[in-house]
C-alpha cells in the first residue's frame, strides 16, 4: 500500500536558524498536504499544494511539491519558538477520501 | 461554529471496561475519521465514514467499533480495554471533494491501567 515517510524525525535548532523537513512517498500524489501540531495540540490543516513543481510561501514557510509528485518539502527561515511543533505531510488515498499521513518531523527551537 | 468537539478530553479506565469517546461536528461534513495517535508517533487511522450509515474499517480497527447514525456525531467505542489503547484519540471531518482538508478535534486522551 502507499506509504509516505518523513526526515527527519527530529530536528533542534537555534532560534534564527533555518529548518527543512522532506517528505516521500511511494507512489505519486494527485495533492500533498501539510499540517502543524503544537505540543498537546491537535493537527492543523497548513496549505495543499497540487501542481508538480509547485511552490507556495506563507510568511517564513515555503512549501514545495517535486516534479514527479512523489516528495515534497517544508522549509522555514529564521526559526522562532511559535514554529515549536510537528509538522506533518499526508497525501491522499482511496479517490481523496482518506489521507495517509508521514510520521512527522518534531521540531525544537532554543532560544 | 464550534467545529469538531470530542468528549472527554481525559479519562482513565481500567483493564476490562467499556466506554465510548464522542464526536461532533457542526460543519455538514460527510467525511470523518477516527484516529490514534501513540507517543512521538504519527496518526492511524482506526475507522472512517463517508456519510451517515456507512462506516468502515481503517488501518488499526481491532478492539474499537463505530456508528453513524447522524452526519453530525461519529462515537467510537472501546469494549474490553487494554493497555495497548493507551493513547490520544483525534476525530477529523472533511467536506465533499477530493482537495478538502481534514478538520480535527482536541484529542481526548485515554489511560488504560
Known amino acids: 500500500g502507499q506509504q509516505v515517510m518523513q526526515i527527519p524525525q527530529y530536528q533542534h535548532v537555534q532560534e534564527g536558524e533555518d529548518f527543512t523537513t522532506y517528505c516521500n512517498s511511494s507512489?505519486?500524489?494527485?495533492?500533498i498536504q501539510w499540517y502543524k501540531q503544537r505540543p498537546g495540540g491537535h493537527p492543523v490543516f497548513l496549505i495543499q499544494l497540487v501542481k508538480s513543481g509547485e511552490v507556495k510561501k506563507q510568511k517564513r514557510l515555503t512549501f514545495q511539491f517535486g516534479e514527479a509528485k512523489k516528495n515534497s518539502s517544508l522549509h522555514i527561515t529564521a526559526t522562532q519558538t511559535t514554529d515549536v511543533g510537528t509538522y506533518f505531510c499526508a497525501g491522499p488515498r482511496n479517490a481523496g477520501n482518506m489521507l495517509t499521513f508521514g510520521g512527522g518531523t518534531r521540531l525544537m527551537v532554543k532560544p | 461554529n464550534a467545529g469538531v468537539t470530542q468528549t472527554p478530553k481525559f479519562r482513565i479506565l481500567k483493564i476490562g471496561q467499556s466506554m465510548t469517546l464522542q464526536c461532533t461536528q457542526d460543519?455538514?461534513?460527510?467525511?470523518m475519521y477516527w484516529y490514534r495517535q501513540d507517543p512521538g508517533m504519527g496518526l492511524k487511522l482506526i475507522y472512517y465514514s463517508v456519510g451517515a450509515g456507512i462506516t468502515d474499517k481503517g488501518e488499526v480497527p481491532n478492539g474499537y467499533n463505530v456508528s453513524r447514525s447522524t452526519t453530525e456525531d461519529f462515537p467510537l467505542r472501546l469494549e474490553l480495554a487494554a493497555p495497548s489503547q493507551t493513547s490520544v484519540y483525534f476525530c477529523?471531518?472533511?467536506?465533499?471533494?477530493?482537495?478538502?482538508?481534514?478538520?480535527f478535534g482536541d484529542g481526548t486522551r485515554l489511560s488504560i491501567l
Open positions: 507512489t505519486t500524489l494527485s495533492n
Open positions: 460543519m455538514n461534513h460527510n467525511y
Open positions: 477529523a471531518s472533511k467536506g465533499q471533494g477530493v482537495n478538502q482538508p481534514q478538520h
